[in-house]
């Protein structure tokens, strides 16, 4: 049973001080290159900002005299426009998004891990958490200014309420809320809402599943019918433009195309190879609700796989990446419980503990080195895109 009194306070405070700590140092870091001047790692928020700042007055667009959509979110200008004024808001809004996201992984951890000693608990699920932060590319996600915080937070949230379902047989309100605001958050999260559906209808939860998808797909579709009414496309022209599934229309082509596009990348090799692990573990496994986790994480990898993009400031994949976490977490928490002793001075614990680390750190090697380019991204915003404001604004006029 999953219970409210799961201990997550010491490894949530532990975790949570720690982020806020690397965040204010990248802060510092960024106001001291910039000249005091606080700018995001990348030009897209200014983009949301912009569009934002049009809906509010009755417009959809960057520009007053036409339409357009230049967003690759559906929710995220709508929700930041009533304050889209004050620059500082979509990092304020991550951060309490971030704070929500390692919340979530401390009560996924602590479900995770059946282990009577509370202290090695304790010490392993903060270990885990603060791997995590950097698995999930949350401070690097901050500075960006877009909703990949909240993209995470929304899938951290699923993942919990798909565990609540195996553990309690019980679909919690917002485990359903979750699961359709996901995809109007990031257009990728279909992948995660559509293996969430699945997981509810192998459990026997059909009409709550057919009630959800026909959401998902009235809110998506009615976005779309929105764009075309504009005299737009029916997706945002950045979907168009960065996704090789759309753009071909969704052809066979392009599915392998995008497949071999995923072995570019490295965090593409790692999740092919983790494909292949959790099939593995699916058709060994005998507990028949860890191979229905086991099944739909994989169908959300190969959605992604189908049509997912990778890098661009190591934000494309990291829901996925996430979810994938999350999920094996959860299916191998029990085996780890069961390997080590319930002391945490005994040198199975200390082992699993290392052993951990070191696979983490090479993981999640390109989020854990992407720390140091965050400074340095801002800056060339600033020195770049920012003159050129200048320039414009006050030179040019």
Known sequence: MIKGSDSVKIPFMIGSGYLLLLVIIELLSILHLNNGLFVYTLDDPYIHLSLAQHIMRGHYGINTIEYSAPSSTILWPFIIAPFSAFIYFPFLLNVAASLATIFLFTKILNASFDIKDKRTKNILVTVLLILLIFASNQVGLIFTGMEHSLQVLVVSIIVYGLIIVYRNNKV?????????????????????????????????????????????VTLVGGFSIFLISMGLN??????????????????????????????????????????????????????????????????????????????????????????????IIFLVGSNISGFIEYKYTDLRFIGV?????????????????????????????????????????????
């Open 172 to 216: 919690k309100p917002w485990l359903l809320i979750a699961i359709v605001a996901a995809p109007l958050i990031r257009y990728e999260n279909l992948a995660v809402s559509v293996a969430a559906c699945v997981y509810l209808l192998l459990n026997g939860y059909r009409k709550k599943t057919i009630i959800i998808f026909l959401l998902i």
């Open 234 to 327: 029916p997706l945002p022209t950045s979907v168009f433009i960065k996704s090789y599934f759309v753009e071909s229309g969704g052809s066979l082509r392009s599915l392998l195309s995008n497949f071999a596009f995923t072995l570019r990348y490295r965090q593409g090799i790692i999740l092919v190879i983790g494909l292949i692990l959790t099939l593995i573990f699916m058709l060994k496994v005998q507990n028949p609700g860890k191979k229905k986790l086991a099944f739909i994480c994989c169908l959300a990898l190969v959605m992604h796989f189908m049509a997912g993009r990778y890098d661009w400031f190591n934000r494309y994949e990291i829901y996925i990446w996430t979810f994938f976490l999350l999920i």
């Open 353 to 397: 503990l290392l052993f951990v680390i070191i696979a983490s750190v090479c993981l999640s090697w390109i989020y854990i080195t992407g720390l140091f380019d965050i400074p340095l991204a801002s800056n060339n915003i600033y020195e770049q895109q920012y003159q050129m404001h200048r320039f414009v604004r006050e030179y040019y006029r």
